[in-house]
């Protein structure tokens, strides 16, 4: 009788083992045989695990999230360069497409068609950057909005974990906690893609979490991760940062800051890379009001330069050499007076675009000569001559604004392909830990399979003992009889 | 010891190579479409500011070449405008060689009447809108007719000289010597300065330039204020409208002798003036044949930066779709390969 009830207990653990084949986080089953008093017992089930394996996974877990959420902000910020078959929308190519339209223009100043021409490409070019800085903006927002479901997730998962945790410390000695303990995995899982993590198991079988900066998650009872979202994003916000058990785990250049995780990835992204980016483009639009700035033209200058072509929101102020105006790439403008809708584009040529045509800011001797080339020929050059930039943009510091455009794509792409070399490469080290855990604690169905086979045949030689000694019985009877 | 290999990583190996390959599929179809990386900033990483920098150097290029063509259109204008006037000026020196041996000026005025409308109309000479002969006043016609305002100026000069009209009979009167004071004096300077802006030319002294190549600025005209034309035009009046048929014999070979000195010294400045554009002219083809061989050097730059070479994206192609083929086998023969089809009831 021991034979069977060993043998059909061990059937329903190869049962359960088969069926739970496509369940990822399920792992093998084990039914473990004793042999009390001669006679085969099932002691009890436990389950094939590898501590180190799981701790790989959970690792590269968090690196793929992050890389992965860097990876796809990267992206969206990329269409601010336009693609390969239209990199007409990049701001080195429409600073091109002006610097060709005032070309044109020169070459027949009398034209108002080229005057036009010139002012709607500045008009392209001041749009371009507001788009661009628009997307910037938009990314951020998008990542602030994505940490706040983040640590909603997270803290979901905490209680989860709670219940799971309290229910496997708290089962009697002996018992069968090995699904629990599957569950319990499955949340470290997928907590582990939120944030970087490390475990600390205690005895009872307990579990401790904790960021892998070191602050606590979890230790005996969740602690509350709290992070208040922005709602509007401009250059000059600043997100807010996440905090666990009190502690700020996000914020930069903090020891407590976290490593790892679509948080960590997100971060970066929300308070690094797409401010400095955004720092970029301020720079190129404060280049540009720069190039196209107008000086008094009277014989012994006195009044200050003002903004030309390119304003800041119609402001007559010429920003301060050599450092950021946050957002400036957002509210840059082409002048009114210019604008063929509402002014004179021929002051493109004859200067004066900031007094409306009025001395000292006319550059052309005698206003309204057609043939006047002297201010185009200088805006075109300037065009190409070095202004100092702000090194915290991090795309030079003593170069033209069209260098420095392109130098600001060169960064872009820069960190575009690092992020996808680093995602991919993530990607790689997830799944080979995902297929190691899954290979050493997983089920292979032909082995189930041949086991169960064993198993007939151990309860099939069982049964037909029974029957054997059954009929010695009956034949036994019978000779009484 | 033999290594297990669960199920599902078994079934999800090949199912993330599909993944895999499908996206690089992708990928390499646009490359093979459009001949051009599929993601530049991802394939160029630091080198896209570099091909941003290459493309718009190479339209930019281009683009000086075009606007260098309408420049030249304008310049080709002025050198045959110029080339008229100096071949008129030379048949007007002939005729006055001709007169002064031959003491017979009596086709003269009309012929010097005709040539000075010809020089009119050849400095109001227009290019793509603007008067070539302007300066950089370039959009007003730079010299008015002889009939609008120069010839009352030459009238009032005379009046006030001789105390008589060109028409009077009186004008046989004046001597040789006062002619030339006159012509020296009070008419020549109808043709220089002030009263030249005032009764002649609207044009602007300051000649036009342009950037023909990204450093290089040169002269794109000349104006109708210059000498050489000035002395044209008082050549030409001098003859036309000083009454030479009536004059005395000493004072008719006095104005036509300074005429031709006036001719001559502006056929001189004319030559001066067609070298000036000349030289504009051959820098301008040279630069443009300059920037034509940069273009060409920046485009095979940018083809190997961003563009791909179409036999390698092509066999890349091939290889992905053979592999994916092979993928596609593989889940079939795996999901084959369990004893559960093996096991009979």
């Known amino acids: 009788m021991a034979g069977l009830s060993v043998a059909s207990a061990q059937i329903s653990v190869v049962s359960r083992n088969i069926a739970n084949q496509s369940n990822a986080n399920a792992s093998r089953k084990i039914a473990n045989v004793v042999t009390v008093n001669g006679l085969p017992t099932l002691a009890s089930v436990s389950r094939a695990s590898d501590d180190a394996l799981l701790k790989n996974l959970l690792s590269a877990n968090g690196g793929q999230a992050q890389q992965s959420a860097i990876s796809d902000s990267l992206t969206q910020l990329e269409a601010t360069l336009g693609t390969s078959t239209d990199d007409s929308s990049s701001p080195a190519a429409l600073i091109g497409a002006l610097t060709n339209a005032l070309q044109t223009y020169e070459a027949a100043p009398q034209n108002i068609a080229g005057a036009q021409a010139a002012v709607t490409a500045a008009q392209d070019l001041a749009n371009g950057l507001n788009s661009a800085s628009t997307t910037v903006q938009n990314v951020r927002e998008q990542a602030d909005a994505v940490i706040a479901s983040s640590v909603d997730t997270i803290n979901s998962v905490l209680s989860q974990f709670q219940q799971v945790n309290d229910s496997i410390v708290n089962s009697p000695q002996g018992a069968d906690i090995t699904d629990l303990q599957d569950q319990r995995d499955s949340l470290l899982q997928k907590l582990s893609s939120e944030v970087g993590i490390t475990t600390v198991m205690r005895a009872n079988n307990d579990m401790a979490i904790f960021t892998d900066s070191g602050v606590t998650l979890f230790d005996k009872t969740p602690r509350s991760v709290t992070f208040s979202s922005t709602a509007n994003f401009s250059a000059a916000t600043q997100g807010q940062a996440v905090y666990a058990d009190g502690v700020p785990i996000t914020a930069q250049s903090s020891p407590l800051s976290i490593h790892a995780g679509r948080l960590a990835g997100l971060v970066s992204v929300r308070d690094n890379l797409a401010v400095t980016y955004q720092k970029q483009l301020d720079e190129v639009a404060r280049g540009l009001i720069t190039d196209f700035q107008e000086t008094d033209q009277s014989a012994t200058p006195t009044q200050p330069a003002q903004a030309g072509l390119f304003t800041n929101g119609g402001s007559l102020t010429v920003p301060a050499t050599g450092a950021v105006v946050p957002g400036l790439a957002a509210t840059i403008q082409v002048a009114a007076s210019v604008d063929p809708s509402t002014g004179n584009p021929e002051l493109l040529r004859d200067g004066g675009i900031s007094s409306n045509g009025a001395a000292p800011y006319v550059y052309n001797p005698t206003p309204g000569q057609a043939g006047y080339t002297a201010r185009l020929t200088q805006l075109i050059t300037n065009l190409s001559q070095p202004l100092a930039f702000d090194a915290s943009a991090s795309a030079g510091t003593q170069t033209s604004v069209t260098n420095y455009a392109a130098s600001s794509a060169s960064w872009l792409g820069t960190k575009v392909s690092q992020a996808s070399t680093a995602a991919s490469y993530s990607t790689a080290v997830q799944s080979t830990s995902s297929t190691a855990l899954s290979n050493a604690t997983g089920v292979n169905l032909d082995n189930e399979m041949s086991k169960m086979l064993e198993l007939e045949q151990s309860y099939q030689a069982s049964a037909k003992l029974l029957t054997s000694v059954n009929s010695l019985y009956t034949s036994l009877f019978a000779a009484i009889q | ?345």
């Open chain 2, 1 to 345: 010891m033999t290594i297990q290999v669960s199920t599902s990583s078994l079934f999800s190996i090949p199912r993330n190579a599909v993944v895999d390959l499908q996206s690089q599929i992708a990928k390499a179809e646009t490359e093979v479409s459009t001949g051009q990386l599929a993601d530049p900033a991802e394939s160029l990483g630091s080198q896209l500011g570099l091909d941003e920098t290459l493309q718009a150097q190479s339209a930019n290029l281009g683009n000086i070449q075009s606007s260098n063509a309408i420049v030249q259109s304008s310049l080709s204008a002025s050198q045959e405008a110029l080339t008229q006037i100096a071949s008129d000026a030379q048949t007007f020196e002939n005729a006055i060689v001709t007169a002064q041996s031959s003491g017979d000026v009596s086709t003269l005025p009309a012929q010097a009447q005709s040539l000075l409308s010809s020089l009119t109309s050849s400095l109001n000479t227009t290019s793509g809108g603007a008067y070539v002969f302007g300066g950089t006043n370039s959009t007003v016609k730079p010299i008015a007719d002889y009939s609008q305002g120069p010839q009352a100026a030459t009238a009032a000069a005379f009046q006030t000289a001789f105390g008589m009209s060109q028409s009077s009979p009186q004008v046989n009167t004046i001597s040789a010597a006062s002619m030339q004071t006159f012509l020296t004096g009070a008419f020549a300077n109808l043709f220089q300065g002030a009263s030249w802006s005032t009764n002649w030319s609207q044009a602007s002294s300051t000649r036009t330039s342009a950037l023909i190549s990204p450093a290089n600025v040169v002269t794109t005209s000349v104006t109708a204020n210059e000498s050489a034309f000035q002395d044209l035009a008082n050549a030409y009046t001098s003859i036309a409208d000083l009454a030479i048929g009536n004059l005395g014999a000493t004072t008719q070979q006095a104005v036509l002798s300074n005429a031709l000195s006036e001719a001559g010294a502006a056929q001189q400045g004319i030559t001066g003036l067609q070298t000036t554009l000349g030289i504009s002219q051959s820098q301008i083809t040279n630069s443009n044949s300059q920037m034509q061989t940069q273009a060409s050097l920046i485009d095979n730059w940018v083809t190997k930066l961003g563009g791909v070479d179409s036999y390698q994206a092509a066999s890349t192609l091939t290889n992905l779709t053979t592999q994916l083929e092979t993928a596609y086998s593989l889940t079939d023969r795996i999901s084959k390969l369990s004893l559960v089809n093996y096991l009979t009831a």
